[in-house]
């Protein structure tokens, strides 16, 4: 689960991480009261909440391309209110977001920040160690990506071990890869010890500040914040459930979390219902070597019951995009039977206006046939999956 970077900071003040003060904001009036707030400072920043980075260089699709970006430094109050009316409602268009952009419905007014340095930190889940990965670069700032490129050798990497969690040696590697010394450097200890431990009693999955900043002052402060949070780990985090925006996700995606189905919205034209996620990878990539693209990554499970699988197919032909449907099952523990049944209920409840493919495999697979066939559905059946693969690809182009 992703949230915004105002929620971020706030999660990350609780374990007494030095973030810059500022409000959420909704409207364009909470905006000029919340720099009222913040009247002690001598600029503010206008800040868009989206999921989505590169906020700073992305553009509102409604105001033209010489319209300022989605992060916004102004002096006064006044200015405060006029770029949030400009902003709250509009579609912010990023390299992250795609050229569908989001909308921005809700603001972050900030203080400003005397900026020194601007520098790069974050934490990750490193599978291969099975440790937290901290990751830093002198390079800070909206072009990371083009450091991590371009020079590689900028950015340094090491794991914490979770047997001993965060030692000196840590905070004295971390101070080096910033290139920070003296009282900088102990701070930068004191903070890296602070967002391991917010990092592991919240099951964060990823934590990125960009940019850390080290102030004219001589202070460590985190300017940004990025968090997402394990969902294997949500039952023990019913506060932050709360933190949870919809309107920054997919509508099916949302939906298909209700049946705990594993969902994933992509571009193509083909719909997708496989069970396994290794056999749906390798689904999508026999439709792309015929010619297609996949319109989703959709997992039903190893185990699904008949009503997961009509939510399956419903989800599937809610999207405006989806020329064919390719049901492919291997069933294992998932029975055919089960399979046949599912998409027969909801072709009943929903209808079926595209070509729909069908291959099934294992157990009960006479079975699953035989309802399909008895159906009165117009089903295409497939052998296997490079027949499967050739007869929509076949059936969608015409």
């Known amino acids: 689960m992703n949230i915004h970077e105002h929620q971020a900071k706030a999660v990350l003040r609780e374990f007494g991480v030095p973030v810059p003060n500022g409000f959420p904001v909704f409207t364009a009036a909470e905006a000029a009261n919340a720099a009222k707030y913040l009247k002690d400072s001598p600029v503010f920043v206008v800040k868009s909440q989206i999921h989505a980075g590169g906020r700073g260089k992305g553009r509102f699709a409604e105001l033209g391309p010489d319209a300022k970006g989605g992060v916004r430094v102004v002096k006064t109050a006044a200015e405060v209110e006029e770029n949030a009316k400009e902003m709250l409602g509009k579609t912010l268009v990023t390299v992250q977001t795609g050229p569908k952009g989001k909308v921005v419905n809700r603001l972050y007014i900030e203080e400003g920040a005397d900026i020194q340095r601007e520098l790069y930190f974050s934490m990750l889940v490193d599978r291969e160690t099975s440790r937290i990965a901290v990751v830093a670069s002198t390079e800070g700032g909206m072009d990371i990506e083009k450091v991590a490129h371009e020079t590689p050798d900028k950015i340094h990497t090491f794991q914490i071990d979770p047997a001993t969690g965060v030692m000196p040696h840590h905070g004295r590697a971390v101070a080096k890869a910033l290139d920070l010394k003296g009282d900088q450097a102990k701070q930068m200890a004191r903070i890296l010890g602070q967002l391991y431990t917010a990092f592991t009693a919240k099951d964060m999955s990823l934590l990125e500040v960009n940019p850390l900043i080290v102030t004219g002052d001589g202070k460590v402060v985190l300017l940004d914040a990025k968090i997402s949070f394990d ?29 705990d189905l594993s969902y994933i919205a992509l571009d193509g034209d083909i719909g997708c219902m496989v069970n396994g996620a290794g056999l749906a990878m390798a689904t999508m990539d026999i439709i792309k070597l015929y010619g297609a693209e996949p319109a989703n990554f959709l997992d039903v499970g190893g185990g699904a019951s008949k009503e997961k699988v009509t939510a399956a197919f419903k989800i599937i032909t809610s999207d405006p995009a989806v020329k064919g449907i390719l049901v492919n099952i291997f069933g294992g523990i998932m029975r055919c039977d089960i399979i046949a049944e599912g998409v027969i209920a909801a072709v009943k409840e929903v209808g079926l206006k595209v070509p729909l493919v069908v291959r099934l495999e294992g157990t009960n697979v006479d079975l699953g046939k035989k309802i399909l066939n008895e159906s009165g559905l117009d089903v295409i059946a497939a052998d296997d999956l490079a027949d499967a693969a050739e007869k929509i690809v076949k059936a969608v182009k015409g």
């Open 231 to 259: 969902d294997n780990a949500e039952y023990r985090h019913p506060e932050l459930s709360e933190l949870r925006d919809l309107t920054e996700e997919d509508e099916k995606e949302v939906e298909a979390s209700k049946f």
